[in-house]
């Protein structure tokens, strides 16, 4: 007996021991690692943000903004995370040092992104445990009271003076009597985040298993649930809410779009760069574009299907837009579902099904964002540093921060930070990875092929036009705003165009046609593509499913303009909360992220300290364009060897390049 005990955890603790050709950590299955991503997309807000957020705007009409945001953001943003991971195995900041050393502070914003977030997510989990503990009591203890339950036996928050704010400014500020601890949050914060080591602490074998208990069975309760909500009395009110009816008006309204835009950005987990490191511990050669896909798909037909179960008690509770105010987005959780339980015969039993699937949904999106951290600490100083070692100083560390969110006032901080780090931080690090990308991968093929004033002049006029576009939208009205964005984006490319040298190196096919078309690609379209047949070479090998060609223009031209009008849309609301210490807090906080990102890109040699020492110059590359990225580093490694300071001219058309599937034109051969 105690042997197979002690064999047990033997292959507990060494986590699966599996290594890739290059001697990384592997993930024990391909199952293992699609389970552990769809956890950090799977939490608990599939089951109560989302169901919120389609009854204050319900109708059939939600999923036209739903579907399409779906296909202009969350998959091209999800193939570039997996893609980079996979390929330049490593962390969010290694993997975008190697595409390009000015984007270190991208991947580092991301980072930090993960680290505020976890820390406070993990308090939501203490609230779901106290209501878990309670669901044991017979009768429950809310019955008749939910409110005040959740209010005084959950949060024990004490209400804040009310601060004012008048024409002149702030006359006076919001405070906050109550700052002390609370006992039973800090325990139950303990054990919440002592789960999260048991399932990430030494490695992706560990994190692998334990996707499998926190996924699997969550997704099983999920669907008794299903059921039973399904077959309450007068369910079928609610569904049809949800599934069979239509507001033709309500697409017109700009709110709609924006709450299913964020919705779906913010469930699918983009930007927060568990995705980078969870696919560096893939095989290189994985399918990466068909798990991309299948996360997405994954994540939104979960909370799709999950939210029957929602508009199920709706129904039995008998509520709907026109009788109830709009619902926040806890209070689904933690208010409509367990008041339609305390009706049902047998709540104890449902309420302990509901909260238990909550709180494993919870941890399975702890943990992967606690592992971003743990990733880039390890690609940086792993040698030295033992994996279950940095785990445990980290999640000390988290422990402690998340203190401050388990006191009387840290409802309201969370809602601070929550805030801004969501709509502001993690908006920006996202539109950052795909506007960046497109512009500054290989950006010295560009230099060579039409001379620096001319990517100047358009680079310029895609960012000054997004800029100026939403301010004066801001300021004056939206249709100015578009204009203006235009207008700018039109006269800079214009111009570019003009001042462009004739490109050398051969476009391809109808690019090619005449100078001005050569031009044009390369200023528009070169540096994303490229980016694209450079990854293809690596992820897209044998059966696997290749980046298509329309990412790229998708990405720079819609997806990421998109995410910079979202983004500013925060900046208005703050103004109105300017004299609150918590948002106050919260928006500077955001803002460290976006200092990462815009100075790295100037000065990307300060952030030297977050790159492994090894990895420091991988995004070095010689000008070739059109030429595959591999040969490159074949030319600068021989280089390297023979102590030759400038390497020989490539050849573009070599047998070599030729084996890699690429032509001098650019496109697949």
């Not at 949060?155 to 906050?176: C, H, T, W």
């Not at 008998?318 to 339609?340: C, H, K, Q, S, V």
């Not at 449902?350 to 592992?371: E, N, R």
């Not at 540096?527 to 060609?549: C, E, F, H, Y």
Request: with cysteine; glycine share 10%; aromatic share 14%.
């Amino acid at each position: 007996m105690l042997g197979n005990f002690s064999k047990v955890r033997k292959a507990f603790m060494q986590g699966g021991g599996k290594k890739s050709e290059d001697g990384r950590d592997q993930w024990p299955s391909r199952g293992a690692f699609l389970l552990a991503s769809m956890g950090g997309a799977i939490g608990q807000g599939n089951i109560i943000r989302y169901p919120s957020q389609v009854f204050n705007n319900v109708g059939l009409q939600w999923f036209v903004p739903y579907l399409l945001s779906i296909f202009v953001l969350a998959i091209p943003g999800l193939i570039l995370e997996v893609a980079i991971g996979q390929a330049y195995r490593g962390g969010a900041v290694a993997a975008y040092n190697r595409m390009n050393r000015r984007m270190r502070g991208v991947g580092l914003a991301s980072v930090m992104v993960s680290a505020v977030v976890v820390v406070y997510f993990a308090v939501i989990l203490v609230w779901i445990m106290i209501y878990f503990r309670h669901s044991f009591t017979s009768p429950l203890p809310w019955t008749g009271r939910t409110d005040e339950f959740y209010s005084m036996q959950v949060l024990r928050q004490v209400d804040p003076i009310a601060g004012e704010i008048d024409s002149n400014g702030v006359k006076s500020f919001v405070s906050y009597p109550g700052v002390g601890l609370i006992g039973e949050s800090v325990g139950w914060s303990a054990f919440i985040w002592f789960c999260v080591f048991l399932c990430m602490f030494n490695g992706v074998g560990i994190t692998g298993r334990a996707a499998y208990f926190t996924m699997a069975l969550p997704i099983f309760m999920t669907v008794v649930l299903l059921g039973r909500c399904c077959s309450l009395e007068n369910a079928g009110r609610g569904i049809r809410l949800y599934f069979a009816s239509w507001d033709s008006d309500n697409l017109a309204s700009g709110q709609l779009w924006q709450t299913a835009c964020g919705q779906v950005f913010f469930s699918t987990g983009v930007g927060f760069g568990y995705y980078i490191a969870y696919a560096s511990y893939n095989s290189m050669w994985a399918n990466a574009v068909q798990d991309a896909v299948i996360i997405v798909c994954s994540n939104c037909a979960f909370e799709t299907i999950a939210a029957f179960a929602v508009f199920g008690v709706v129904g039995y509770l008998d509520i709907n837009p026109a009788n109830t105010p709009r619902l926040g987005a806890f209070e689904i959780g933690f208010l409509t579902y367990p008041a339609a339980i305390v009706a049902m015969p047998g709540a104890n039993f449902w309420a302990v099904l509901f909260f238990l699937t909550l709180l494993l949904l919870g941890i399975s999106s702890t943990y992967p964002m606690l592992d971003v951290v743990v990733t880039g600490i390890m690609d940086r100083y792993g040698h030295k540093l033992p994996r279950p070692l940095v785990a445990l100083v980290l999640v000390v560390i988290a422990f402690l921060i998340s203190l401050m969110y388990c006191s009387q006032f840290g409802y309201y901080l969370l809602d601070g930070v929550d805030r801004w780090i969501n709509n502001l931080a993690l908006v920006f690090v996202v539109w950052s990875e795909l506007a960046l990308s497109t512009t500054v991968y290989r950006f010295k093929d560009v230099f060579t092929e039409t001379g620096k004033p001319a990517f100047a002049l358009w680079n310029g006029g895609y960012f000054l036009g997004q800029i100026c576009g939403v301010a004066v939208g801001h300021h004056v009205s939206g249709g100015a705003g578009a204009g203006v964005g235009f207008g700018i984006f039109i006269v800079g490319a214009s111009s570019a165009l003009v001042k462009c040298k004739t490109p050398s190196t051969p476009a391809p096919r109808f690019w090619n046609k005449n100078p001005v078309l050569k031009r044009l690609w390369f200023l528009a379209f070169y540096s994303g593509n490229q980016l694209r047949r450079d990854l293809n070479v690596i992820v897209a090998t044998g059966k696997n499913w290749s980046i298509p060609m329309l990412w790229s223009p998708l990405v720079r031209y819609i997806s990421a303009p998109v995410l910079f009008i979202v983004y500013s849309l925060s900046y208005p609301e703050f103004w109105t909360l300017r004299n609150d210490p918590v948002y106050v807090f919260g928006f500077i906080l955001a803002h460290f992220c976006l200092v990462f990102a815009v100075v790295s890109l100037v000065l990307p040699k300060y952030f030297d300290v977050f790159v492994p020492m090894h990895r420091l110059d991988d995004g070095k590359r010689l000008a070739a364009p059109g030429v595959n990225a591999n040969i490159l580093e074949a030319e600068i490694n021989d280089s390297a060897e023979t102590g030759s300071s400038r390497s020989p001219p490539l050849d573009r058309s070599s047998p070599a390049n030729k084996s890699l599937g690429v032509g001098v034109t650019g496109e697949k051969l």
